[in-house]
């Protein structure tokens, strides 16, 4: 009997009837050549000597095209620096060039709801423009609505190896049934019909010629040569057809491997035979196609595995006899259908992309950034948000088409794809006046210097850079020393210094400044011949305090609870004191042990303060108070003699004040109740001891009672012995004379 190992591939795919499975991909996609140079990347943004190449080293810079913004020796690449630094350095706000990232929703047609069918929209928006600025993001939002109704095609894809004799009777009659079932979740449904055996070639089969040419264990038995694969019923709605063109099958030999279903998967979607594994997940990709994988028990783990390995797909167990083939359909095309798969084509050199899945009470991933996005249990008519982010680190020599898709349906998002790589500087002007009256032309506040032309404003030649008279405006006034301090170049008789020196001579180190928390200046001012120059409300060497007082003010008024003084907005406690305000102390008395004896002397006259009171307890003002319920904030005492009572601190303007409140007198009954409690133990204790020998001393007078009874019924001889038993063994002894003696018996 042959081991059967039963497998069928069902190929759905939601498709919107505007193209068959069966039409195969012929051509691809024309690869784009992308630019390769990698943008400088640095913690914070650094000088730079033109518009283009500071906006590109950070998305923090911004640039000022302000003329003369720069100070003598200052070099023009400094006018690239944070846009709060620019500020504070007395740059314009609208001089201020700091291009930013944008977006731009092209084509937004509203979501369907309700059983739209073929013309539902689940996927917006539909067309969309992103412009990115070399290392800043952009997020975006994609929605997905799953309407009812939506069109189905199915390709049912069988195994006609021997093992599959008795299933295919039953696949005849599913056609009609299938259809109808289908027909309750969609009014657009198609079916089509193929099979496989085995790949006709070494190693997967034997190439005997009289094994390939009936391979069937029976002589008698119609039987098919084995192939890899066979188109038999294009997509239709015809229910007869199916039926009939299923009729007209025949097995063929038990020598299928798994390579066999591979290779009919993969002819199904492209007409390409050897697959692998990754080839199969991106050609069903590709060709928007789930497929259904229904295997008997004996092959349902490796599937199962399998199937992690193929978006959207899903493995089912089918029946001996494939009797719960349209169930197990049914069950797939829910499972498939409530699963949503965002996905994306092929990204530009140096872009990348996450998703984060918001999906509203459905199986969340809440906030979880992958390279797709998903959501599951999505019911009919339920929203999801998807938040796209892209990002890119290099400039784009033109716009790219991105595509996104929802796995297993026809619609997509386009995004145009486009980076922001140069100043959009309008004061631009050549031979401009400003640059020495022609001798170059200005762009973004910069001179750039006609051939032979050389300085900030292109005031000299380079024939005069040999002059004697010029380098004197370069070095100190006793003219020793280097040009520029050594931390510039003398141009036209002024110094141009490098990186983050300034002065007339590059005498000054604009990096040298204090730091806090490692960053120049705090990042709240700007370095100036190393001295930090604080933004407003910013105080210190290196702005690291804020003239701001709000965090010392104590609850009750006042600073740091009078045990200390503000200071960059935060507390300095003095000696003894601690925490945020200063309002804890190290040795000192709680309220309750502080005020406990002016509560008692005042209230009661009482304590080690009665005799001085009015003098020891001056600043405190003491009132009687019946209050019918106590907090926490109460402190309970006691007397000398044993009286309980609260009191309450409160601090107000100008004083103490403390709330007493006495213990309601009454009869004290603690020691009744002590002396109650160990009288009870002890009478429970004798009374369990007077239970215990009552007890005994019954039992004991019965076991009496019945002796004597028992010794009245008895009744013997009173020369007899009741406990005498008669003798069991007789001894003779042969020395013994006598003639007819018996023995001693024992």
Same mark, same amino acid.
């Given at each position: 009997? %042959? ?34 140079? +990698? ?90 423009? *992103? ?61 089509? #019909?193929?099979?496989?055996? +085995? ?51 025949? %097995? ?51 599937? &199962? ?9 899903? @493995?089912?167990? $089918? ?6 083939? @349209? ?9 498939? /259908? /409530? ?36 959501? /599951? ?8 948000? #998807?938040? *796209? ?49 022609? &001798? ?28 004697? +008279? ?53 990042? #709240? ?68 042990? &502080? ?36 907090? +926490? ?9 044993? &009286? ?11 004083? @103490? ?26 009478? %429970?204790?004798?009374?369990? *001891? ?55 018996? $024992?």
């Amino acid at each position: 009997m %042959v081991d059967k190992s039963t497998v069928l591939v069902f190929l759905l795919v939601l498709c919107g009837g505007e193209s068959e499975l069966d039409t195969k991909i012929t051509s691809s996609e024309k690869a784009t050549e992308w630019g390769d140079t +990698d943008l400088p990347r640095t913690g914070s943004c650094q000088p730079a000597p033109s518009c283009q190449k500071c906006i590109l080293s950070h998305p923090s810079c911004a640039w000022c095209k302000q003329l003369n913004f720069t100070a003598s020796g200052e070099a023009e690449a400094r006018r690239c620096a944070r846009r709060e630094e620019l500020l504070a350095r007395g740059c314009p706000e609208q001089e201020l060039e700091e291009p930013r990232g944008h977006q731009e929703v092209l084509q937004d047609k509203p979501l369907s709801q309700g059983d739209r069918g073929e013309g539902a929209t689940q996927l917006a928006p539909q067309r969309i423009r *992103v412009t990115l600025r070399p290392g800043e993001p952009q997020k975006f939002r994609v929605r997905f609505l799953r309407a009812a109704g939506y069109p189905v095609d199915l390709y049912y894809l069988m195994d006609l190896s021997y093992s599959m004799k008795d299933d295919l009777e039953r696949v005849r009659q599913l056609g009609h049934a299938l259809l109808v079932r289908l027909q309750e979740v969609t009014h657009s449904v198609r079916i089509g #019909f193929g099979s496989f055996v +085995d790949k006709t070639v070494l190693p997967f089969v034997s190439t005997v010629p009289s094994k390939l040419h009936h391979p069937c264990p029976s002589r008698l038995e119609r039987c098919q040569p084995p192939f890899s694969f066979h188109h038999v019923l294009s997509l239709t709605g015809d229910a007869q057809a199916f039926e009939r063109e299923v009729g007209r099958q025949n %097995v063929s030999g038990n020598l299928d491997s798994p390579e066999g279903g591979f290779d009919a998967i993969l002819q199904a979607a492209l007409c390409q035979d050897y697959p692998s594994v990754g080839q199969i997940a991106q050609a069903l990709t590709a060709a928007n196609i789930q497929p259904i994988f229904a295997v008997t028990s004996p092959t349902l783990p490796v599937y &199962q595995e399998l199937s992690q390995l193929i978006p959207k797909s899903a @493995v089912g167990e $089918l029946s001996e006899d494939s009797g719960n083939v @349209v169930q197990l359909i049914m069950d797939a095309y829910d499972s498939l /259908s /409530s699963t949503v798969t965002l996905e994306h084509s092929s990204l530009p050199p140096g872009a990348n992309i996450s998703f984060e899945s918001h999906c509203r009470g459905s199986e969340k991933r809440e906030g979880e950034a992958g390279d797709r996005g998903q959501c /599951s249990n999505i019911r009919v008519n339920q929203t999801v948000d #998807f938040w *796209v982010t892209l990002q890119v680190t290099q400039c784009l020599p033109e716009p790219h088409l991105l595509r996104l898709w929802a796995l297993g349906f026809s619609e997509e998002l386009t995004v145009e794809l486009h980076t922001l790589c140069d100043c959009n500087c309008s004061d631009t002007q050549p031979h401009a006046p400003h640059c020495s009256d022609g &001798q170059g032309d200005l762009q973004c506040g910069i001179c750039s210097c006609a051939p032979g032309r050389l300085g900030q404003l292109c005031e000299c030649s380079e024939a005069e850079l040999s002059s004697p +008279d010029l380098e004197s405006g370069c070095r100190a006034p006793n003219g020793t020393g280097p040009l520029c301090s050594g931390k510039g170049r003398c141009q036209c008789g002024r110094c141009s210094c490098n990186g983050q020196s300034s002065g007339r001579l590059c005498e000054c180190d604009d990096a040298s400044c204090e730091r806090h928390e490692g960053i120049l200046c705090g990042g #709240f001012g700007h370095c100036q011949c190393g001295v930090c120059h604080c933004h407003t409300n910013r105080t210190g060497r290196a702005c690291e305090c804020s003239e701001n007082v709000d965090g010392c003010v104590s609850p009750e008024g006042g600073f740091c609870s009078g045990h200390g003084h503000c200071r960059c907005n935060r507390c300095q406690c003095q000696d003894g004191y601690y925490g945020a305000l200063c309002d804890q102390c190290l040795g000192c008395k709680s309220p309750c042990e &502080q005020y406990r004896d002016c509560a008692e002397c005042a209230a009661f006259g009482t304590g080690p303060l009665a005799a001085n009171c009015s003098v020891a307890c001056a600043d405190v003002n003491v009132t009687l108070a019946l209050v019918p319920n106590l907090d +926490d904030g109460w402190c309970k005492e006691r007397t000398l003699d044993s &009286q309980l009572f609260f009191f309450l601190v409160e601090n107000v303007a100008g004083g @103490v004040t403390l709330r007493v409140r006495p213990h309601e007198k009454g009869a004290d009954h603690t020691r009744a109740i002590i002396l109650g409690c160990i009288g009870g133990i002890v009478a %429970v204790g004798l009374g369990l *001891v007077l239970a215990y020998r009552l007890s005994v001393e019954i039992y004991d007078r019965r076991e009496y009672s019945r002796f004597e009874k028992e010794k009245q019924q008895l009744s013997w001889k009173q020369d007899s012995n009741p406990l005498y038993k008669s003798a069991i063994t007789t001894t003779i002894n042969p020395r013994f004379q006598g003639t007819n003696a018996p023995g001693p018996s $024992l």
